[in-house]
């Protein structure tokens, strides 16, 4: 079944403001002399994450395929909303949004953060919870599996 265009623009919503939070969370969580600096700017549905190397994650929506796209220093990757496993999935690989934000923090910006759903720390906690109007997480929810 396809997304209608309100469905796939809650769930991009919902999905990039759980991005936010979990880097926020880092933000507040780690302490300021040992943390690499992350800049967020959410502008016109289009969602920037700035590490302190330069580098950038950029977020954007593309509403005639309904899919999420993913720009990062080794190339561009789009991502199709799978219903059935409420995750985002690269559409040439298969590897699921959560997986990918955890390995290209970590080689973008040397920042070891846990997107998977299986982490216990606060932010991922507010990660998990943080589904408005359903069930819009960037992986399947744990009680799914």
């Known amino acids: 079944m396809s997304l ?14 759980n991005i936010e939070d979990v880097f926020e969370e880092y933000l507040l969580e780690v302490d300021v002399d040992s943390r690499q600096d992350v800049d967020l700017e959410n502008s016109a549905g289009v969602l920037t994450v700035k590490f302190e190397s330069g580098s950038q994650l950029i977020f954007s929506r593309q509403e005639p ?27 040439s690989s298969d590897e699921l949004l959560s997986e990918m934000l955890t390995r290209f923090t970590k080689e973008q910006a040397g920042v070891e953060l846990d997107f998977s759903p299986d982490t216990r720390s606060t932010a ?10 359903g069930s819009f997480a960037l992986y399947q929810p744990v009680s799914a599996r």
Do not use: I, M
Not at 124 to 133: D, E, I, K, L, Y
């Open 4 to 17: 209608t265009e309100a469905r796939f623009h809650d769930l991009v919503d919902a999905t990039q403001q």
């Open 124 to 133: 991922q906690t507010a990660f998990q919870q943080r589904q408005p109007g």
């Open 65 to 91: 395929l309904r899919q999420l796209w993913l720009a990062a220093k080794s190339g561009g990757f789009h991502f199709d909303y799978n219903e059935e496993t409420f995750c985002w999935a690269c559409d």
